[in-house]
């Protein structure tokens, strides 16, 4: 079972940045070859966000978040970010943190990923 551990959320004016990071309990993050992003306002779906393949450099962006979000990893730190900037208010979601074993073929679709952390809330006003 992987624990996911996301921290960084917060609340930011339109225009901010914010960091945020999810850790990988450290046997599990080998084992994950797909991590990423999706996040959830309320009323809405779920949708993905950022997801990186941590074998290699492929990266999938949402294209609400193109040129604005970047998404990277930390080996060492089992550690992926998310590098939020030129928040806007259709920002505002609970971001959760994901993982999966799907080779190389990352996925955008939240029923791919078994691993969830508990989910960070990001508020831009």
């Known amino acids: 079972h992987v624990q996911l551990v996301e921290s960084g959320g917060g609340s930011v004016q339109a225009g901010g940045s914010l960091t945020l990071s999810c850790t990988v309990s450290?046997?599990?993050?080998?084992?994950?070859?797909?991590m990423g992003w999706f996040r959830q306002a309320p009323g809405k779906e779920r949708e993905g966000v950022a997801v990186i393949y941590t074998g290699g450099e492929y990266t999938y962006y949402a294209d609400s978040v193109k040129g604005r979000f970047t998404i990277s990893q930390d080996n060492a730190r089992n550690t992926v970010y998310l590098q939020m900037n030129s928040l806007k208010f259709e920002d505002t979601a609970t971001y959760y943190c994901?993982?999966?074993?799907?080779?190389?073929?990352?996925?955008?679709?939240?029923?791919?990923?078994?691993?969830w952390g508990k989910g960070t809330q990001v508020t831009v006003s």
């Open positions: 450290g046997y599990a993050y080998g084992l994950m070859s797909c």
């Open positions: 994901v993982a999966e074993n799907l080779g190389a073929f990352c996925s955008d679709y939240p029923s791919d990923f078994g691993g």
